[in-house]
């Protein structure tokens, strides 16, 4: 069975420009959640979408945004970048919903390495 | 504002050491506590998710513990292997709600 996948692994933008994110969940899995990871600080949530809708959010301004579609595939996108964007944003996919009355693991892909600079 | 502490930081040990470190979190609304095990350059790896008090789960070498009553989870590893070298992360849900993860205990293991 394939991993979650993500994609780009590495990306170099400068302040100002957007940027968009890719995730592929695990078949069958329907829930697809996002988290920046930065030095010193551990995995912080962005948002879970489940089911093509914005299920939970994080304490993020509202740059930070995304979509899943149809096939559970999920997008983030942040817009007018800013130097504290730099971090390495992991997706991870579960079979539930995290808010879900069960306690599925998650499966994380690799992350993506944004610079800004 | 919910935080969840991992104590400690980091570890070095030798080859054959056991090892453990805690997680700490609200001991009220809880859900659930994961642990993920992220070894570098791949992708945090599920170890156990624990839902009642008491809990104790075991995968190898590796084994947690879990008291809600008073906000804790301990992660064992018993006789510590290079490949074991990874930051361990818990994170703590509650109330049903988003995933709350803590910095993670980093643990470098020495042959």
């Given at each position: 069975k394939a991993g979650v996948t993500q994609t780009p692994r590495y990306l170099i933008k400068t302040r100002g420009q957007q940027v968009t994110l890719s995730c592929s969940p695990i078949s069958g899995h329907r829930s697809v959640s996002w988290y920046q990871q930065t030095?010193?600080?551990?995995?912080q949530f962005l948002f879970e979408y489940f089911s093509e809708t914005q299920r939970n959010k994080g304490n993020?301004?509202?740059?930070f945004s995304g979509r899943q579609f149809s096939n559970s595939r999920s997008e983030m996108n942040v817009s007018?970048?800013?130097?504290?964007?730099?971090a390495l944003y992991l997706c991870a996919s579960s079979?539930?919903?995290?808010?879900?009355g069960v306690n599925s693991p998650l499966h994380f892909g690799n992350g993506t390495r944004l610079t800004v600079t | 504002i919910l935080n969840v502490e991992q104590s400690p930081q980091s570890l070095h040990v030798q080859e054959g050491d056991s090892t453990n470190f805690t997680c700490s979190f609200p001991s009220s609304n809880f859900y659930a506590l994961h642990w993920y095990r992220w070894e570098t350059a791949k992708s945090p790896e599920a170890l156990f998710v624990m839902t009642l008090n008491g809990d104790e789960k075991k995968k190898g070498r590796i084994s947690a513990t879990l008291n809600t009553k008073e906000g804790y989870s301990y992660l064992y590893i018993k006789g510590?292997?290079?490949?074991?070298?990874a930051t361990y992360l818990c994170a703590f849900k509650y109330n049903t709600d988003k995933l709350i993860f803590g910095t993670g205990t980093r643990l470098q293991v020495f042959p």
């Open positions: 030095p010193g600080q551990g995995l993020f301004p509202g740059r007018t970048l800013e130097l504290g964007d730099s079979l539930d919903l995290i808010g879900g | 510590s292997q290079p490949e074991d070298s």
